[in-house]
């Protein structure tokens, strides 16, 4: 027999199904509650409503597990590569040597943009937000590939993630080189994803940018580590646009969009201003601590803190031995790195940040490494973004597919004004004015 939960509301009893998850996470389905009582649920910031079923990625954040498709994130993070990765969480398994040339083939040959696409970096200010200007220019692609924006079949899907996987490089580089006023550099065939990103980026015409081995090993993995993180606020935007019908690149150009905030992607930014801020002198390390802790104000340590991890990120475990050997390597000194590291142990033995689990995330290292590299901190973000796109694409199929299309529509407690009759403008009372 299935197994119910029972709710007792006005004298009455209603039976709801309890959903189990793989790993044995415990759900309600409330789905028919209001049709049965008349009652909703509510959950602002939906810190305890589970949106869909999906067997993309896992998460336990009371352990700190993460795995993509059932393989821990260590895992990956030592034996593969962003595209296997890529392959991985949009078809549900690792790629045969067949599908894995295959992709890069399709990867390669879609690295360029149209030249009229190209044109429309002319229409942003230079000083542009590189999100913002990701965010318009992958809504764009809609209008440049209108057929493989709504992708149906196999090869289609296979078609359109490359053509997002590889030209959101295209433009990421593209729009750093505009910031600085540069020619545009193009891809080389023979090098890796990684490679390609930041030769793009660096490359002069008269002067290639030597990528270090560990390096172009560095963003390969910190691309893996960002690749999904189930229903994120990004990820569950992507799903919900998705939802309406709209198409493949607008979903993510919405879910870049709901990256770009400081509580989400945008914080790995929000994380290098605050241990720039504390370096330049105005504010040491214990005011901000106590700023983190006080309840009047709105200040939180940034990079700090988890919706779901109630542990350390096993993501922050692996960026904080990274930055170590990213910094060894490039023979980099950053006074950052130090204070970073303080703060953390500062925070961790704080009563306050124990008793809320509160644990350095994702973003509190990335930056770091990002700086060493040469990364502008504005582009912190769309680099978050080029890792996340694989999991955007894989629950947008996921939700898409097998025509099980539900739209995504939440409802509400109302708690404005009653029923009230419209006054003539002769008649409104000027008190507020
Ligand atoms: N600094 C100080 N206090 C914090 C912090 C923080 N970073 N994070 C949570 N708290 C406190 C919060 O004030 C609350 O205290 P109280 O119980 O006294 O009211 C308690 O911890 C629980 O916080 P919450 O807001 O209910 O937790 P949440 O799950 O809604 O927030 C979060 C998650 C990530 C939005 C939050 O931890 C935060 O704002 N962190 C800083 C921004 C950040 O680093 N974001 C990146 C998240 S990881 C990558 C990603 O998803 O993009």
């Known amino acids: 027999m299935k197994k119910t939960a029972t709710l007792k509301v006005d004298n009455r009893e209603y039976k709801l199904p309890v959903v189990i998850g793989t ?23 939906y810190t305890n409503t ?22 821990p994130i260590d895992e990956l993070a030592q034996k593969s590569d962003f595209i296997e990765v890529a392959d991985l969480l949009i078809w549900g398994s690792l790629p045969t040597k067949v599908m894995r040339k295959r992709f890069t083939d399709l990867l390669t040959n879609n690295a360029l943009l149209h030249e009229s696409l190209k044109h429309h970096f002319e229409g942003f200010p230079f000083d542009s937000h590189p999100m913002a200007m990701l965010s318009a220019m992958v809504n764009a692609l809609s209008c440049y590939h209108p057929v493989l924006a709504m992708p ?29 006023g540069e020619p545009f550099i193009y891809p080389k065939s023979e090098f890796s994803y990684a490679e390609n990103l930041l030769h793009m980026m660096f490359s002069l015409p008269h002067e290639p940018y030597e990528v270090h081995p560990e390096v172009k090993r560095a963003v390969d993995l910190i691309l893996i ?76 340590l940034m990079g700090f803190g988890h919706r779901v991890y109630k542990n350390y990120d096993p993501r922050a475990k692996i960026l904080k031995k990274l930055s170590k050997n990213v910094f060894s390597v490039l023979k980099h000194k950053d006074p ?36 060493a590299i040469g990364v502008p901190k504005n582009m912190f973000p769309v680099f978050f973004a080029i890792g996340r796109l694989p999991g955007w694409i894989a629950h947008w199929k996921e939700a898409t597919e097998n025509n099980r299309l539900q739209l995504a529509r939440p409802r509400q407690i109302y708690v404005g004004h009653a029923k009230q009759n419209y006054v003539p403008i002769s008649k409104r009372s000027t008190k507020k004015s």
């Open 50 to 71: 589970g949106s869909c079923e999906s067997s993309i990625t896992y998460t336990d954040g009371e352990k700190g597990i993460l795995r993509y498709r059932g393989i």
């Open 336 to 371: 950052l790195l130090d204070i970073a590291l303080e703060l953390e142990d500062i925070a961790l033995s704080d009563p306050y940040f124990i008793e809320r689990k509160l644990y350095p995330n994702v973003d509190f290292y990335s930056g770091l490494i990002y700086r």
């Open 23 to 45: 790993e044995k996470e415990k759900g309600i389905d409330i789905s028919k509650l209001r049709a049965e009582s008349g009652y909703i649920t509510l959950d602002p910031g």
């Open 225 to 300: 580590l960002h690749a999904d993180h189930e229903q994120n606020c990004s990820t569950s935007t992507v799903r919900m646009v998705a939802s309406s019908g709209a198409n493949l690149f607008a979903s993510i150009s919405a879910g870049i969009a709901a990256l770009w905030g400081h509580l989400h992607g945008g914080a790995n930014q929000a994380a290098i201003e605050m241990l720039e801020d504390i370096h330049s002198g105005s504010i040491d390390v214990k005011q901000y601590i106590k700023m983190a802790k006080d309840k009047k104000s709105s200040f939180r």
């Open 152 to 180: 149906h079949s196999s090869s289609e899907i296979e078609k359109a993630a490359a053509i997002l996987i590889s030209k959101i490089r295209t433009i990421t580089a593209f729009s750093y080189k505009m910031s600085r």
